[in-house]
């Protein structure tokens, strides 16, 4: 089975990059065609442009309302003084994009709780130089530490924060074939030079890639995995066991493991062939949820929920605060207001495809938000 995709019209240096690739090394994998699209230290998409915003290419919760980032603060301030008021804390932000959550975290951190913001020094993890300039800006007034990845992080307590960075790390596909499971590749289409997806020739070798539970799906059933991700949730989850602190992680994607291609290319606010104009679309994928959660488990961590992101505002006080904010703005920004909450936390909206999960050391107590979901809840 092949899929077949156009030649794009205005090749771009990464689409030149990868087909010379192919032609030198044969089929490239899933998770590395993503790893050079979005990561290519030249050309690669988070390397080289601000992708946030109306202008740009998608738009995040923290760019939609200052509410999103006001109710995170709070969550990390009452985590922090429900793991003991620790003195020094390292406040984590993995993907911070142009820096808006992490400015609202800090401005309610100090109107909250002083000594919180006292005790905490800030570290982004962020590879874009672009996106770094940004964050530069937005918290000119703060100390701030960036790093290429979590693992760089000093000892000690955490509290890492992750709103839709899991979405863009690299996944691998793997195809259901008459033969079985065969992972998804990019090739060229043979005559043509047109990059295309096939299963690769080999049955994939290890099976303990594919879930057991999803059996023997339908033919063209795909399989998606991020080993970036999990890896990535099981060094937060071993540093939090040895050293302290929490995690909270937001995203759009899936509770369980499932089926389905989400590989998916927006630019400009619209859907994209993600084969085209490489480096210049995002690329992401539906997180797997269910695989951050046993990668945090299987270093010993506590996991809650994952939730929806409508349940964990509402249950911070999502209404409230805005209802607070609305009372001292013009009819116009209460409007704007209202409906940004709203578009956070409806059905309709971002309330249930995108989800919450946090992670804490098994010792802790159930952080806020998720307390409805303890015992075998919801989801
Ligand atoms: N959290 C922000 C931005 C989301 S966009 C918001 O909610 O608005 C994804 C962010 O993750 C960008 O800042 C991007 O540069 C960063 N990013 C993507 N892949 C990364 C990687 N492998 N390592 C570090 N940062 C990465």
Redesign the pocket.
């Known amino acids: 089975m092949v899929y077949p995709q156009s030649l794009p019209t205005n090749v771009t240096p990464l689409d030149t990059k990868i087909r010379d690739r192919i032609k030198a090394d044969g089929p490239l994998t899933v998770s590395k065609f993503m790893e050079i699209a979005?990561?290519d230290p030249d050309h690669g998409y988070?390397r080289t442009r601000d992708?946030?915003g109306e202008a740009g290419d998608f738009v995040?919760?923290?760019?939609i309302s200052q509410v999103f980032g006001e109710i995170i603060g709070l969550w990390c301030a009452v985590t922090w003084q429900n793991a003991g008021s620790p003195e020094n804390i390292h406040l984590v932000?993995?993907?911070?994009?142009?820096g808006?959550?992490m400015a609202d975290i800090l401005r309610t951190a100090r109107n909250a709780m002083p000594a919180f913001a006292e005790s905490l020094d800030v570290h982004l993890?962020?590879?874009?130089a672009v996106?770094r300039q940004q964050q530069r800006r937005a918290l000119k007034s703060h100390n701030v530490d960036w790093h290429?990845?979590f693992e760089a992080i000093p000892s000690g307590p955490v509290l890492v924060i992750?709103?839709?960075?899991f979405d863009?790390?690299p996944i691998d596909q793997y195809v259901m074939t008459e033969e079985g499971w065969r992972e998804n590749q990019i090739v060229l289409s043979e005559g043509h030079d047109n990059l295309i997806f096939a299963p690769g020739e080999q049955n994939v070798r290890n099976k303990a890639v594919i879930p057991p539970e999803l059996g023997s799906p339908a033919i063209n059933s795909i399989f998606e995995r991020s080993s970036?991700g999990e890896q990535i949730a099981g060094d937060i989850a071993k540093r939090i066991t040895t050293d302290g602190g929490a995690a909270l992680i937001i995203d759009y994607g899936h509770v369980r493991h499932g089926l389905g291609d989400t590989l998916q290319a927006v630019r400009s606010h619209k859907y994209h062939d993600a084969l085209a104009t490489i480096g210049e679309a995002d690329l992401t994928a539906h997180v797997d949820f269910a695989a951050l959660k046993d990668a945090a488990e299987a270093s010993d961590a506590m996991v809650h929920g994952p939730i929806f992101q409508g349940e964990f505002l509402t249950a911070l006080g999502i209404e409230q605060r805005t209802a607070a904010l609305t009372a001292k703005a013009t009819l116009d920004q209460a409007e704007m207001l209202k409906n940004a909450s709203r578009r956070l936390i409806a059905a309709d909206g971002m309330g249930t495809l995108f989800k919450a999960l946090a992670i804490t050391s098994a010792t802790d107590s159930t952080p806020a938000g998720f307390e409805s979901n303890e015992g075998g809840g919801a989801l």
């Open positions: 979005l990561g988070y992708p946030l995040t919760s923290p760019e932000e993995l993907g911070p994009g142009r808006t959550l993890v962020e590879t874009g996106l290429d990845g992750a709103n839709e960075f863009a790390l970036a």
